[in-house]
């Protein structure tokens, strides 16, 4: 006899069928909501999303209806880049990048060597990634193999949709945490085997940055990625000025930062790159012709002083953009946060941000851009039941604001500027009850 694992949550629901772009009122089409709502959760996916008065009546007699009316149900939120191993040296005061990185990072990845640590953080970051409402992540580790093994079996154990790898860094950084060339090939091989393509994982080429690889490893990470379409890669691009010297000084053959990576056949349709600050139009036009993403981490920018990210010289080159929190260099691992970020960034450069365009980046818009979104990003049958239980009364000036929003577009707004792990009433992710807010 089979079981099946079958419930119902009624709430309000919101979800992106399309990029609502970038007016007050969303594109035709691209949002759906149902203010009385019900998801049909079945075997770890949506099995059916209506109005709760033309679900109630196909419902088997004795399913189990969990309550939510008051709350919203969105798909689960996604970061598109963030480090775990960072995690606990999150708001490490006064420095930018490259200080920031010798003097606090590199210093915390090489406790990393400990598979014992590796897996103890890995349970205490994703603990922290479900109590914010994000149920997929693209994960930097460190460069030591157990660090990626730890991240992924812990993820897996839970049955999440997770991206991950070992950083590759064959040069300027300390000893314990470079690699080789054959070196870190080969780590990086054991481990696409071992993990990529496993439950609901896949695995992410991570070459750190172009300072801290030399062009063989950058070449030979562009040959894996020829060999193997259906893998990921991350890096980062652009962030801040005193890298973009550092990169002209170590490449002066390349005529630009994205060169360096273009060369070596990194720029493809599944590269994440994060930041991408500092490019200009044709940079911005390259990345978008081979479908690359950059990674909008505003509240790293804001707090590591990189930089205020371009979103619409992007959205004008149709370069897809992604939210990320970039944990240790963020801030928040929050993404109603990190849309708070955005929206001030984007104040400050006259581009605010709509809501609508907000909760579809965290949701379809990571999703798409990460080619994920076949299984995940959106409510809808057959989809991964991965989803967020939001409580726009979450504290008490939270419900003063939101019992005046006339809207729902406002009420999203008043989540995205006040949420935060509060606001996150319960996490699912795989049709299970990840987290709930005690
Ligand atoms: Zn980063």
């Not at 089979?2 to 007050?24: M, Y």
């Not at 070449?219 to 020829?226: E, K, N, S």
């Not at 400050?348 to 990571?366: C, D, E, S, V």
Request: with cysteine; proline share 5%.
């Amino acid at each position: 006899m089979t079981t099946t694992d079958s419930r119902v949550l009624r709430a309000e629901l919101l979800s992106f069928d399309a990029d609502p772009g970038d007016d007050d009122t969303p594109a035709p089409g691209s949002v759906r909501h149902h203010p009385d709502g019900a998801v049909w959760i079945e075997n770890g996916r949506l099995r059916a999303v209506d109005d709760y008065a033309t679900l109630a009546p196909l419902l088997p007699p004795g399913i189990e209806v969990v309550d939510h009316r008051g709350k919203l149900i969105t798909p689960g939120f996604i970061d598109s880049h963030v480090h775990y191993v960072q995690l606990e040296i999150i708001a490490s005061y006064g420095r930018q990048l490259l200080d920031w990185l010798n003097d606090y990072t590199f210093p915390e990845e090489l406790r990393f060597a400990d598979p014992d640590h590796a897996a103890a953080l890995s349970e205490a970051f994703l603990d922290e990634l479900l109590r914010v409402g994000t149920t997929t992540a693209q994960v930097f580790c460190s460069s030591h193999p157990a660090s990626v093994d730890a991240f992924l079996a812990a993820s897996h154990r839970r049955g999440l949709c997770m991206l991950a790898g070992k950083v590759l860094m064959d040069r300027n950084a300390p000893e314990g945490l470079t690699d080789d060339v054959v070196g870190g090939i080969r780590d990086s091989e054991r481990l696409i085997g071992d993990w990529h393509g496993k439950g609901r994982l896949g695995y992410s080429l991570t070459p750190r940055f172009a300072p801290t690889s030399s062009r063989a490893q950058l070449d030979a990470t562009g040959a894996l990625l020829r060999n193997d379409e259906s893998l990921w890669l991350q890096t980062h691009l652009a962030e801040n000025t005193g890298e973009l010297d550092w990169v002209a000084e170590l490449f002066p053959g390349s005529r630009d930062y994205l060169e360096v990576y273009e060369t070596s056949g990194l720029v493809g349709p599944r590269s994440t790159f994060a930041h991408g600050i500092h490019l200009d139009q044709a940079m911005r036009g390259r990345l978008a012709e081979c479908g690359a993403n950059l990674a909008f981490c505003p509240s790293s920018n804001l707090f590591l002083g990189s930089g205020l990210f371009d979103r619409q010289a992007a959205r004008e080159m149709a370069l897809n953009v992604t939210y990320a929190s970039d944990v240790g260099g963020g801030t928040d691992l929050s993404g109603l946060a990190t849309l708070k970020a955005a929206y001030q960034v984007g104040q400050l450069r006259g581009q605010p941000l709509t809501a609508w365009q907000g909760f579809y980046g965290l949701t379809l818009g990571n999703a798409r851009a990460l080619s994920l979104d076949q299984r995940i990003g959106r409510l809808a049958p057959g989809m991964d039941a991965d989803l967020v239980v939001l409580d726009p009364a979450a504290t008490p000036l939270l419900a003063r604001r939101t019992a005046r929003c006339r809207s729902l577009a406002e009420t999203l707004f008043a989540l995205m500027m006040m949420g935060d792990d509060r606001c996150v009433a319960e996490t699912w992710a795989g049709g299970r009850l990840q987290h709930r807010r005690p």
